[in-house]
């Protein structure tokens, strides 16, 4: 199992990039940990590959006001190591869950979220979160709400003579709260089913986000501040955690049933992954809530 | 992270040039950009310590360090890493000083066929050097990346937890990298500061005699000094000494083919063992020829791989008759003959200067012509001898109750 031969360049310059990507047949590696086994397997044959690491620029992981800036060419444990990128909980919840050290080594941030792996971390990531996708041609750059970007299983906005440059998180305010929970059958693997979960309480109001994935083509984000409400008229505003989860699992399953859209495989029939994401919402929302709470009463925010 | 230098393109059928610093030696590679890191080290560095399994990631066998990182070789391309540092499962421990990860795999008895164990060994280094406080009940998913068909798990795991309390934060660096010679199976393919020499006069038959054979910096693969007690007094050996071709003949398996003039040999050495055969074609460069001293260098080149040596001999009088010849031997092996045990190889090298010592002897007593190099070195014979010495040494370990099971 070994690539296709291709030719192969690796610009200094983000100009340098995108000028390569209008030729014909034309791939970006980055960490290549998606890439390299569809290569293997000949399941593509790009006739170059544009190595983007040796871009400066690209490199660059940044905090500017309420962003996080990811630059394409940051690998997935530069984002769990380094202190900057704290500022978004919710990545660093979903990390440990992509692949395993040995992946993220290489793995990049950016490369994940183009790949758009259906059960993929990072992308339900962006999509919780509302993060921004700067795209950039030879002509000129433009900016993709997660909402708009994952177009389908491995589809994204991307268009083929486009970098994705860099991806912009918002910074967790006083008031979130963050919760992530997969279910795989061997840590490293890809999820059968997960949940990537932002709470934002304050005193005029609940709100919360449920993203699902590995359960239809594309991340699903659902708003589910109705049934967090409901739950919460049961408790009081300041449960416990176990209270919380109790009270919310009579609502959860209403949701996964509208979220689960596969057809199943060997490994999960849709009725499993319907109680999984269940279980895996009940549990993410309540730990987000409470978790809300406890950075409201916070002096300073993050 | 460093950033790897801007480069042009290479069409799909060029090579791109790679510069990697593997196990603390600078090498050059020049391949097409689709050969991964892990065919790099096995095929063009004969680096064979990092295993393939399934070439896509999901096995872990390959893994290895990157700028200290570890990470699946066989999904990075070799072009992609100009300027990284790699460290293999070579570079972690010495034969004699193992790590104490190996050494603690070996004792837990954490492996049966030994495929995966690289991919754990560099994998729970990555994991316990950048998180000392590992807990033993997170093992299991740290180490998930690293497949095992054979230990089910359970002293894997008991390896590495006993590493992790003893070492909490003071787990040596790897201690077997330093400047060596790394040549490939296919020739010519790797070359380096330490293999530049080797590269270069590696060829079947080089054409030209160098200017001087170059051993590569560092330490050798095996250092050996050994004397031989000859029956035949310092007069007789000095005439051995005198006549180099006397003297080739006196070794094992050795043949001299050529004259280069300027005390320069070609020549070719066969060498088996068991079911390996090795023919070295090569040269040799007396430096030094007086009638109790002999210097020289020599190198030569295997299908297998190479090896380039310094070797000082020298013939002193002992009390009482008969002459003391002392050999001082630097090897260094480089490609598939390197993977063999550094002390089986040891092994070998001693008896076949205990051979030679013999030859001289009979060579300087004129008692008969010296026979070694018109066959081969009898392969049973030296493997023979090697592996009766081995079994002798264990015998007297039993008996001495030194030798105990852990
Ligand atoms: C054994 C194994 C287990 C894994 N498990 C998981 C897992 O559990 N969860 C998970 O999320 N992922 C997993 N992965 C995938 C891994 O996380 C990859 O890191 C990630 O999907 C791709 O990132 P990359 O930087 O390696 O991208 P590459 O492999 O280099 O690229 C992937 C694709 O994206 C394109 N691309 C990359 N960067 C850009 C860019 N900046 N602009 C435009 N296009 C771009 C490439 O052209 C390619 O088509 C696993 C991989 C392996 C090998
Ligand atoms: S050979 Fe690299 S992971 Fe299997
Ligand atoms: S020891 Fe045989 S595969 Fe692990």
Redesign the pocket.
Known sequence: MKAAPFAYVRPGTVADVVAELSRDGS???????????VLAMRLGRPTQLID?NAVPELGELSRDGGSLRVG?AVR?RQLQREEIAAAVPLARMALP????RE?RS???V???I??A?P????PAVAACLGATMVLRTGHGTRQVPAADFFTGALSTA?EPD????EVIFPVAKRGEGFGFGEFARRH???ALAGVAVRVHTSEASVEARLTCFGVSDVPVTVDVSQQLRSALQRTGSDPSRADLLSALADHTPDVAGDVVDTVGDSHASPAYRRQLISALAAREVSRAYVSARLSESEECSR | MNLPQPYARTEADQAVEVNLTINGTEVHLSLPARVTLSDALRDHLGLTGTHVGCEH??CGMCTVLVDGDAA?AC?LFAAQLDGAEITTVEGLGRQDELHPLQESFGRHHGLQCGFCTPGFLMSSYDLLTHEPGVQRDDLPAELSGVLCRCTGYRNIIDAVDDVAQTHRGTLPAPGNCGKRALVGRTAAAATGPAAISAESTFDEEPAERPQEIDLPAGDPTIHIEVTSRLDSNPTEVARVFGDIRLLARCLPGAELTDELGADWYRGRARIALGPMRMAFNGIAHIEEQSADRIVMKAQGKDAGGGALARIIMTAAAVDGGGTALQADASVFLTGRIAGFGRSLAGDVSRRMFEEFARAVDRAASGEEEPTAGTRPPGAISLLFGTIVDRVRQFLRRLASGVWRRH
């Open positions: 791939k970006v590696i980055a960490g290549g940990q998606s890439l390299v086994p983007i394409a997935q869950w992509v692949g395993h992946i290489r793995g990049t950016c490369g994940s183009a790949h792996d059960s993929a971390e990072l991307i486009e970098l994705l440059s490293g693997d890809f | 990631g999901i699946r999904l």
